[in-house]
Nanobody, 126 residues
């Protein structure tokens, strides 16, 4: 499975961006896809996850209410709509995937995801 993340860029505080993660190769309906980010000088952290066969979405507390996941089944693409962006959202964002339907308690666990995209930089600054 190959993951291609895109959509990063420079945006002012309060602005919006939409990230995309397109999956190719052996994909399936039991997949879990996640977004993680690494801010400068910090550890990589969980942002959001989408479980393909149930359509359920999950968010970290820091982005809940501002970020929204959506998906296009036809193209195996998951989108992360980021609104009301803050300077603390500045980070390299990574999409990740596993062919397994992860249970909620491990969605935030990075080693549960076997496949990773290359990362896309989001900079929130005036």
């Amino acid at each position: 499975v190959q993951l291609q993340a895109s959509g990063g860029g420079l945006v002012q505080p309060g602005g919006s961006l939409r990230l995309s993660c397109a999956a190719s190769g052996r994909t399936g309906r039991s997949y879990t896809m996640g977004w993680f980010r690494r801010a400068p000088g910090k550890e990589r952290e969980f942002v959001a996850a989408f479980r393909w066969n149930t359509g359920s979405t999950h968010y970290s507390d820091s982005v809940k209410g501002r970020f929204t996941l959506s998906r296009d089944y036809a193209t195996n693409t998951v989108y992360l709509q980021m609104d009301s962006l803050k300077p603390e959202d500045t980070a390299v964002y990574y999409c990740a995937a596993t062919p397994r339907h992860l249970i909620v308690s491990v969605l935030r666990t990075q080693h549960e995801y076997e496949y990773w995209g290359q990362g896309t930089l989001v900079t929130v600054s005036s």
